[in-house]
């Protein structure tokens, strides 16, 4: 189908006729004429926790891993299937830092557009630690602390840039 709008789906997963596109919900989409299945590519929920020290600093991890390695980024992952977002933030911090930490309320929301080929909708949360050791691991080769408004170069993804100057901008509103 080389007009589709998806390069995941050709066949219907279903019955495994060949897709073709049908105008639903205002776009046109993958569909199958036979058994009515619709390719909806939506974008996969991503997470990640925001932890700053008493004096403000926030934690980073430095990717060794699923690309942009050797940048920096604020601890994140992907929510799997089933899982409670909360659950997928403090998961996916423990992992790559070691470090366990309570989760609290949402510190951003942002689509990631970074990644055409995988698009991804960020939440950010704010995390206070609550045990374990720094140590980074998974896709991660170290962690370390900055200041907000001097993160080390380069960072992985464009949003993280944009929640740490929106991280920068409240803190001055709250003086």
């Given at each position: ?85 909360r ?56 962690v ?8 080390p170069e ?21 003086r």
């Amino acid at each position: 189908m080389a007009d589709s709008v998806s390069p995941d789906y050709h066949y219907c997963p279903r019955c495994r006729l060949e897709l073709k596109l049908a105008n639903r919900g205002g776009l046109p989409r993958p569909s199958c004429t036979s058994c009515g299945f619709v390719h909806f590519r939506n974008p996969a929920v991503g997470v990640a926790v925001v932890v700053l020290d008493k004096q403000g600093r926030i934690l980073l991890g430095r990717r060794s891993a699923g690309g942009n390695e050797g940048a920096w980024c604020i601890p994140c992952g992907y929510v799997e299937w089933g899982e409670d977002i909360r659950e997928a933030a403090r998961r996916e911090f423990a992992e790559e830092t070691g470090l366990e930490v309570r989760i609290g309320e949402v510190c951003a929301v942002h689509s990631n557009f970074h990644n055409p080929a995988a698009l991804t909708v960020g939440v950010w949360f704010y995390g206070e630690i609550v045990g374990g050791e720094a140590e980074a691991s998974d896709d991660l080769d170290r962690v370390a602390w900055f200041s907000p408004d001097d993160p080390p170069e380069p960072l992985a993804f464009p949003t993280d840039r944009t929640v740490l100057v929106e991280l920068v901008r409240n803190r001055a509103n709250v003086r």
